[in-house]
């Protein structure tokens, strides 16, 4: 049955209670997302169905049904309640695109605990930060990243267990160290699901900011109203639908959309767990025979780099409709995708904070390439003054993204941080910290961040941790790092730094740099260039003026510098 009906009609006669109905939830009961995702879809009558095809590399292939995932996220839940963990205690999952990840984050919901999904690339200092400020008590890992997560013991006395999911007794295992094999572990009997209510916690995911360290985003149960309605509607997931979310659930969307969204609808996904390729995706389409492709706008560059003759070596010809979100994707790409695919990848704009699709383009509705689209129905969007916070009436005129707060899958606050929280909310808006503006006919266009957060293919880096880690490197005095552009990235990570007295600014130091910084956070987080300057522009305060080195890099209007240090 198709889900498609016209925007004017859905936006009419809206209320949340639409999502609620069809999940069988009323105000004041139980709601548990582990339980939605997978005991409610056996009850249904669909535990054979296929809910996950994995493939890693070299082709291996793991399948499960919905009565698999049920099975296996209990025996993940039985595990963690053994060790003594309760409701409440933070658990991490830092762990490659394996279905134990998948699988794990729901056996950790259903104990009441709260899942918190790191991006396996982290290194031991990005993770360090992220599991300090969550006092996490458990980190459920893989053998070749538990290396990162021993060096971080020490200073970690709030975690207990480290978990690895595949080892094979060869090494031995160290301090706190524990090993789970979900296959082999035995179904746990009368398993009990906690009795989560819709204000009890469920996810914790990080995301970076312009200052300070990375922010703990607090969602509830009760988000899954959110992202189910979503997932049906502008994902348009249907019955026989093959799903490929290409997100890592160390990113919001990899969560909200790579396990919440399609498994609460009982639809089959599949996960490839390898690196990207052009050649290789085509490949899984066509193998897999996906139906409903959800991806991001950097990978749409690089698959549009990667030209029009590839596509015609594979019969996409299952694909019925594609999605992207994270960063704006251009009309360009939009028309690229028609011509290639037959068929335009539709923007959408939410964020981590948000917890579910925000603006959206989606079937039943008239898609302008370029423009994120329009705000999904119950959803009060506006543009608004970035001083009065009045919404800007006038069509075109370019203001601060702003939403009324109510929807379900809100962020509850920032772990620890209340007072951050706080300050995104102006004259009962909440501000994401984006900018744009919106035409006669309702549709939202994207400008620009409101800070100096970089969104490097999607991935957001703040220059403050990056700024914060070169420090670190014995050669470095100070430190500014930006966004500069990019073809494929949209934007990578630019550093400009001054050594300290006997350092030569040459290349073996620029590599040394930069791989102290892999190491440290991220790849992603690496500056692609490391710019040596003789001193730091300044405010007479002394903090770096980033936006003017930020003009440079884009060749913009540098704008007012009266605060400058050095100006004459
Ligand atoms: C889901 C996700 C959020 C930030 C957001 C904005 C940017 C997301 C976008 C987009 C232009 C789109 N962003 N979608 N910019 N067009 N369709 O991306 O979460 O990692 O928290 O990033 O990404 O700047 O504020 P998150």
């Not at 094999?181 to 209510?197: H, L, N, R, V």
Request: net charge negative.
């Amino acid at each position: 049955m198709s889900n498609i009906v016209s925007y004017e009609e859905r936006e009419k006669n809206f209320d949340w209670s639409i999502s609620e109905k069809e999940l069988g939830y009323k105000d004041g009961d139980i709601i548990n997302i582990g339980w939605y995702c997978s005991d409610r879809i056996c009850e249904m009558g669909k535990a054979d169905k296929l809910a996950l095809i994995w493939e890693g590399l070299g082709g291996v292939e793991k399948k499960y049904t919905f009565d698999d995932i049920r099975i296996n996220s209990n025996k993940f839940g039985a595990f963690l309640r053994g060790l003594g963990i309760k409701n409440e205690d933070r658990i991490c999952l830092f762990m490659d695109k394996i279905p134990e990840l998948y699988i794990g984050f729901l056996g950790v919901l259903k104990i009441g605990a709260i899942a918190q999904p790191l991006f396996s690339a982290f290194g031991d200092e990005s993770l360090h930060v992220r599991l300090d400020n969550a006092e996490t008590t458990a980190i459920i890992t893989q053998r070749k990243h538990v290396g990162k997560v021993r060096k971080l013991l020490e200073k970690s006395p709030y975690l207990k267990y480290v978990i690895i999911v595949d080892h094979d007794g060869k090494k031995p295992l160290k301090e706190r160290e524990l090993t789970f094999d979900m296959e082999s572990y035995e179904e746990p009997k009368d398993f009990e699901i906690f009795p989560t209510k819709a204000e009890s916690a469920s996810v914790l995911h990080y995301t970076s900011g312009t200052t300070g360290q990375p922010k703990g985003v607090k969602h509830v149960h009760y988000s899954l109203i959110s992202q189910y309605l979503t997932t049906k509607w502008v994902l348009d997931l249907q019955e026989d639908d093959i799903y490929w979310c290409t997100a890592d659930p160390g990113w919001v969307t990899g969560t909200s959309y790579g396990i919440i969204g399609c498994w609460s609808l009982g639809i089959t996904q599949c996960v490839l767990d390898t690196g990207f390729s052009a050649t290789s995706w085509y490949e899984f389409i066509q193998k897999r025979k996906v139906t409903m492709w959800y991806s991001a706008p950097t990978a749409i560059r690089s698959l549009m780099k990667a030209g029009d003759e590839v596509v015609k070596q594979y019969d996409l010809s299952s694909l019925r409709h594609l999605a992207s979100v994270g960063e704006p994707l251009n009309s360009e790409a939009v028309i690229w995708s028609e011509k290639v695919y037959g068929i335009a990848f539709q923007d959408n704009y939410w964020q981590t904070e948000t917890g579910s699709i925000m603006i959206a383009n989606y079937p039943g509705m008239k898609v302008k390439p370029g423009s994120m689209g329009r705000p999904f129905p119950g959803i009060t969007a506006a543009v608004v003054d970035s001083k009065t916070f009045e919404p800007l009436s006038e069509p075109g005129k370019i203001g601060l993204i702003a939403f009324r707060p109510g929807w379900p899958a809100m962020m509850r606050t920032y772990w620890e941080n209340e007072e951050t929280y706080k300050s995104k909310f102006k004259n009962d808006w909440y501000l994401p910290g984006d900018r744009a503006s919106i035409d006669k006919e309702g549709y939202f266009w994207f400008v620009g961040r409101d800070d100096d957060v970089i969104n490097t293919g999607g991935h957001l880096v703040s220059p403050f941790e990056v700024e914060s880690a070169l420090l670190e490197h014995e050669a470095v005095a100070e430190s500014a790092v930006v966004a500069k552009p990019d073809e494929v990235n949209m934007e990578v990570v630019k550093a400009f730094v001054t050594l300290k007295a006997g350092y030569k600014p040459d290349d073996m130091l620029e590599l040394s740099i930069m791989n102290f910084i892999r190491k440290k956070l991220s790849p992603l987080a690496m500056p692609q260039e490391i710019e040596y300057v003789d001193s730091l522009p300044k405010t007479r305060s002394g903090k770096i003026m980033r936006r003017l080195l930020h003009a440079k890099e884009w060749g913009e209007e540098i704008g007012d510098t009266s605060t400058l240090e050095d100006d004459e």
